[in-house]
């Protein structure tokens, strides 16, 4: 005869068997979001095309280091680091005209992961992460690989 705290038992193990197996499914689906790209992936990238970068550094870094080539310039930040309140909707208006993919890159990469990660939060598809920067944390990014700049004040007095 089966009681009836057995049987309430047996529904809490299968219940806790059901939320481990979702709980599993759940991490693994999350390590598939995974949308950062190493330098090397997106250099690759982006040389043949497959890939368009936003760059949101400020005006000043991009005086300072330079901007890569056929890039899209977004300021995510006046030049006192405030976030300026234009800068989401210059995102999304870029978004909304560029079917490709897209990576967004900063210095070092903690203000391109707020971005992107922002970003599929929306709902926006095929966003990644540059997570190596410009500069990169250890002096490491897209400039000390010798990857293509341009100097920006050259851009502005093309204009």
């Known amino acids: 005869m089966v009681t009836c705290s057995h049987f309430r038992l047996k529904i809490l193990k299968i219940l806790i068997y059901i939320l481990i197996l979702l709980n599993i499914t759940i991490l693994h689906s999350m390590e598939n979001l995974n949308t950062d790209l190493s330098l090397q992936e997106a250099y690759s990238l982006y040389q043949y095309d497959k ?85 990169g944390k250890k002096s490491d990014g897209w400039l000390f690989q010798g990857f293509p700049l341009l100097e920006y ?7």
């Open 51 to 135: 890939i368009k970068i936003i760059d949101i550094r400020t005006l000043h870094e991009w005086n300072m280091t330079g901007v890569i080539p056929k890039s899209i310039l977004i300021n995510m930040h006046d030049e006192n680091y405030q976030e300026r309140s234009e800068f989401s909707m210059e995102l999304k208006n870029i978004l909304s005209k560029n079917n490709n993919n897209v990576a967004i890159i900063c210095a070092s990469g903690a203000r391109s992961k707020i971005v992107s990660d922002y970003l599929i939060n929306e709902g926006y598809e095929n966003i990644y992460n540059i997570p190596d920067g410009i500069i």
């Open 153 to 159: 004040k050259s851009l502005k007095e093309k204009k």
